[in-house]
């Protein structure tokens, strides 16, 4: 599975981006994915991630509320909504796609995106 993340960019706090991230090489619905992002000088952690179906979903605390993942099988295409962003959420953020639950740890996933950078300016 090849994934291509897209949409990050720079924004003002209290502001709003979605993140887009298409899957190719593979039967989409098979795979859970989910987002992560890494800000500097910090690991990796767990934002959303979402079952095959779509009929599943989790969320990290730092971002219930504000945050929003939904995927469409059709275009092989999940989406991270983020509205009210804060400056805290600047980061690199990364797709992620496995076979089976849509689990918060990333070493569950086997594929990875390569990221795309959001900054929120304060």
């Known amino acids: 599975v090849q994934l291509q993340a897209s949409g990050g960019g720079l924004v003002q706090a209290g502001g709003s981006l979605r993140l887009s991230c298409v899957a190719s090489g593979r039967t989409f619905s098979n795979y859970a994915m989910g987002w992560f992002r890494q800000a500097p000088g910090k690991e990796r952690e767990f934002v959303a991630a979402?079952?095959?179906?779509?009929?599943?979903?989790r969320l990290a605390d730092s971002v219930k509320g504000r945050f929003t993942i939904s995927r469409d099988n059709a275009t092989n295409t999940v989406y991270l909504q983020m509205n009210s962003l804060k400056s805290e959420d600047t980061a690199v953020y990364y797709c992620?796609?496995?076979?089976?639950?849509?689990?918060?740890?990333?070493?569950?996933?086997?594929?990875w995106g390569q990221g795309t950078l959001v900054t929120v300016s304060s």
């Open positions: 979402i079952s095959g179906s779509g009929g599943s979903t």
């Open positions: 992620a796609a496995r076979v089976g639950l849509p689990f918060d740890r990333a070493q569950y996933y086997d594929y």
